[in-house]
T-cell receptor
């Protein structure tokens, strides 16, 4: 069935770049998303990419999509302590998304 | 522009009771989806409504139901509550360009 996999934990130093990876199985998905969740809060949409794109850049965020390998990555440049949170990738066509388990990003000062 | 609004934010119920959660989507968005988030199962899709019709449904028992009104506002209902229904319930609305925005969620505790 449809599945989305992410590594569970990433630790970086403040000022470094962070790269969070995700693999998915459903090649028919139209959209791929990255969300951020802070403790006690809902999901904040960071960015999303159409499945026919290879890359999208939005300020400190860069999304890379490798359709052949069904691999999605999120790069955060100049990572700050405020970026500490759980990051989810998700795939879908409509409002029905399949989410990964989430990657906890720890940013050390 | 107001975001997705969910009410109530927190609620406590006892086993066997029922609960109704409400969601107001972003103005102009016609698609509303519901998700359940638990530490053990993560984020799971419940259902999606578009123009008052259920467009997609996840793998949840019939105790979980929803509806959408003509103004796109949506409600979900859980009947005969079980301890395992304790979760964060998230509502999302989708723009015509594919952006899916979530509300802050309704945190349900079942005792």
């Amino acid at each position: 069935g449809e599945d989305v996999e992410q590594s569970l934990f990433l630790s970086v130093r403040e000022g470094d770049s962070s790269v969070i990876n995700c693999t998915y199985t459903d090649s028919s998905s139209t959209y791929l998303y990255w969300y951020k969740q802070e403790p006690g809060a809902g999901l904040q949409l960071l960015t999303y990419i159409f499945s026919n794109m290879d890359m999208k850049q939005d300020q400190r965020l860069t999304v890379l999509l490798n359709k052949k390998d069904k691999h999605l990555s999120l790069r955060i440049a100049d990572t700050q302590t405020g970026d500490s949170a759980i990051y989810f990738c998700a795939e879908g066509n409509t409002g029905k998304l399949i989410f990964g388990q989430g990657t906890t990003l720890q940013v050390k000062p | 522009k107001a975001g997705v609004t969910q009410t109530p934010r927190y609620l406590i119920k006892t086993r066997g009771q029922q609960v109704t959660l409400s969601c107001s989507p972003i103005s102009g968005h016609r698609s509303v989806s519901w998700y359940q988030q638990t530490p053990g199962q993560g984020l799971q899709f419940l259902f999606e409504y578009f123009s008052e019709t259920q467009r997609n449904k996840g793998n949840f028992p019939g105790r979980f139901s929803g509806r959408q009104f003509s103004n796109s506002r949506s409600e979900m209902n859980v009947s005969t509550l079980e301890l395992g229904d304790s979760a964060l319930y998230l509502c999302a609305s989708m723009s015509s360009t594919g952006e899916l925005f979530f509300g802050e969620g309704s945190r349900l505790t079942v005792l």
